[in-house]
């Protein structure tokens, strides 16, 4: 980086130029960056929302495709998304406030066995940067905290998480005991996880297999969408 790249005064910035400074900086992970920048947006009066699917998931896209492509690893991204939640925690209250429209409701954990949590961290953090509401279970999850969850938030997604063999098969616990209560049809469940493939997601009876946190948002988007759809159809 030269001298001059590290004095640009984030001010002094057109809206647009600051918009793609501030995809520049969620993609590098500088927290304080996006913080400003998401002050001056709304000092400007930008709504919250805009400022948030403009400046914030826009980034996070970009962030996405070049960790799905391998030009980014785990760390990096785990900044950005850093660096993503910084900016949030400022729109948060405000778009609570102006009721700006939800994505949905996700309850993610990883299976009870298992305490691998960077791959579900990212999923978290990858929902909300697209405007999801996300509560967030933890690791080593037995089936009791799922369906707890998912009934107390009223969820409308369900994601589990596994990175080892041994502990993928629980996933099918969790799903069998919703079969039994009557509740499956009632949500959508998303797994993932390393040792995981699309064969397994249907073996389980998951609604689909995600095989990285960006396949993970596109995916709540489609089934978000398809649910919006058949309830105004219904």
Same mark, same amino acid.
């Given at each position: $980086? ?24 969620? *993609?590098?992970? +500088? ?17 919250? *929302? ?5 400046? +914030?998931?826009?980034?996070? =896209? ?19 998304? %850093? #660096?993503?939640? #910084? ?6 209250? +405000? ?33 909300? !940067? ?9 690791? %080593? ?7 707890? #969850?998912?009934? =107390? ?6 994601? $589990?998480?596994?990175?080892?063999? /041994? /502990? ?18 009632? *949500?959508?469940?998303?797994?993932? !996880?390393?040792?995981? %493939? ?10 689909? *297999? ?8 596109? /995916? ?6 398809? =649910? $919006? ?6």
């Amino acid at each position: $980086m030269s001298d001059e790249e590290d004095d640009i005064i984030l001010n002094e910035l057109n809206d647009e130029e600051l918009v793609q400074q501030m995809h520049d900086d969620l *993609y590098d992970g +500088l927290k304080d960056e996006i913080m400003e920048g998401v002050n001056i947006l709304l000092g400007r009066d930008w709504a919250p *929302y805009k400022v948030l699917t403009e400046a +914030l998931v826009e980034g996070m =896209r970009i962030v996405g495709i070049d960790f799905r492509d391998g030009i980014l690893f785990v760390p990096e991204v785990l900044l950005a998304a %850093n #660096a993503m939640k #910084a900016g949030m925690g400022i729109l948060k209250p +405000l778009l609570a406030a102006t009721g700006a429209p939800k994505q949905g409701k996700m309850v993610i954990g990883t299976v009870k066995g298992d305490i691998h949590d960077i791959g579900k961290n990212l999923v978290s953090m990858m929902m909300e !940067g697209a405007g999801f509401d996300v509560v967030d279970l933890g690791i %080593n999850n037995p089936v009791e905290n799922y369906l707890e #969850a998912i009934e =107390r938030e009223d969820a409308d997604i369900l994601g $589990m998480s596994a990175l080892l063999t /041994t /502990t993928m098969p629980y996933m099918k616990v969790v799903i069998d005991e919703m079969k039994a209560k009557g509740i499956r049809d009632n *949500y959508v469940v998303l797994v993932g !996880g390393a040792p995981l %493939n699309e064969e397994f997601g249907k073996a389980i009876g998951a609604d689909a *297999y995600c095989r990285d946190a960006a396949v993970a948002v596109e /995916t709540a988007k489609e089934y978000m969408a398809q =649910r $919006m759809h058949n309830q105004q159809a219904g």
